[in-house]
Structure formats: C-alpha cells, structure tokens
T-cell receptor, first 115, second 113 residues
Framework: KAGVTQTPRYLIKTRGQQVTLSCSPI?????VSWYQQTPGQGLQFLFE???????NKGNFPGRFSGRQFSNSRSEMNVSTLELGDSALYLC??????????????FGSGTRLTVV | SQKIEQNSEALNIQEGKTATLTCNYT??????LQWYRQDPGRGPVFLLL?????KEKRKERLKVTFDTTLKQSLFHITASQPADSATYLC????????????FGTGTRLTVIP
C-alpha cells in the first residue's frame, strides 16, 4: 500500500511569508499528526487530527495551524514565518489513536528553510 | 512535563557486536513505549512497541526491555551490521487521553565494518 505522502519535499520561504504543507495519510488511516524536527529540539509535537477534528495541540504559537479534510488528507499552515521555523516538518498517520497499537507511519517530511 | 533522555548522542560499535541503546524518562509512567529508526533526510520508521505491563519484546535481531521501576527502556540490536547505522528514537505515550507521542532526541548508531 502507498505510504504517507508529504508535499512539497523542499521549500524555501522568506521571513514574513506564509506556507502551507500537505500530507496524504495511508488509505484508511484517520489519525494524522504533525511534528517539527530540528537539530536542537528533536521531534516536537504540533497537533493531531482525527476525523477532521483537532484532538490535541502542542506548545506552539498560534501562527501554526492545521486542518484535516473528509478524506483524511491534512494541511498545516505557518503564517508570518520566522527564521526559527526552519525545520523538517513530519506528518504521521495511524489507524486509530496515534501509534498506540501499531506505531506511526511517517512521511519523508517537508524541509522548510526560511531566509 | 515529561522528559525523555537518550543518554548517548552517538554510539560506535564493531560489526557483529550487540548495540545497546538507553532511554530514560521522568515523571509519570507511559502506557506505551516505542522505538523508531531514522535515516538522514527521512521520516522515522516504527520498529517496536512495548506496553507498560510487558517486560520484553523481540523482533528478529531487535529486543526491547521496559523497566517501569527504573523508568528505563533498553533497545538491543544483536549481530549488528553496517546497515543498522542510523539514529534511533524512543517515544512514549501516556494513557491519559493525550493523543501524541513524546520523542527522545535520539542516539546516532554507527556500526563499523
């Protein structure tokens, strides 16, 4: 079966701009989570969606937002980009509750560089 | 808040030996603990999951132990191979209604031929 697909793979944006990242989970998976990965902080949880509802949110400013569509595809948006937002953004899907029974399946990520 | 420490940032080991990686956590005990492998520029790949009432789990050359008294999990790779070189992440989830994994910062394993 197809894996988790994230687009685009690479992105360069200027400070102050906004960006939208996309994630298509594994077919049938209803839970989609987003993580930010940086060398200093590691993997940090952004938010999790299940059946179009945000169930949990990490400790990130309101500039970070997301949504999930009825086909389980998800997008995350970052507005007013800052240099510190440069990171690998990872999307992960699982069938039900995130990763409890079968672990997450991650995409390859979107590498965002803010200049 | 939960703190997870993988107390070796990097570990070098000779091919054929057993690699042992450590994951320690503070505060409340997780309901589940997972291990992932991550290669450069890629997303993590799920390896093993162990529940709080399980002491040990095995999968081929991999073994995970979970000691809730010590608040520690050990991850073993036996008969290590150069292809095992990667960063290994532990992650835990609490059965408190929170729906997210907390990840450690990872241990970069290098298996030397």
């Amino acid at each position: 079966k197809a894996g988790v697909t994230q687009t685009p793979r690479y992105l360069i944006k200027t400070r102050g701009q906004q960006v939208t990242l996309s994630c298509s989970p594994i077919s049938g998976h209803r839970s989609v989570s987003w993580y930010q990965q940086t060398p200093g902080q590691g993997l940090q949880f952004l938010f999790e969606y299940f059946s179009e509802t945000q169930r949990n949110k990490g400790n990130f400013p309101g500039r970070f937002s997301g949504r999930q569509f009825s086909n389980s595809r998800s997008e995350m948006n970052v507005s007013t980009l800052e240099l510190g937002d440069s990171a690998l953004y990872l999307c992960a899907s699982s069938l039900w509750s995130p990763g409890i029974l079968e672990g997450y399946t991650f995409g390859s990520g979107t590498r965002l560089t803010v200049v | 808040s939960q703190k997870i420490e993988q107390n070796s940032e990097a570990l070098n080991i000779q091919e054929g030996k057993t690699a042992t990686l450590t994951c320690n956590y503070t505060n409340y005990s997780p309901a589940y603990l997972q291990w992932y492998r991550q290669d450069p520029g890629r997303g993590p790949v799920f390896l093993l999951l162990i529940r709080e009432n399980e002491k040990e789990k095995r999968k081929e050359r991999l073994k995970v132990t979970f000691d809730t008294t010590l608040k520690q999990s050990l991850f073993h790779i036996t008969a290590s191979q150069p292809a095992d070189s990667a960063t290994y992440l532990c992650a835990l989830i609490h059965q408190t209604g929170a729906n997210n994994l907390f990840f450690g910062t990872g241990t970069r394993l290098t298996v030397i031929p």
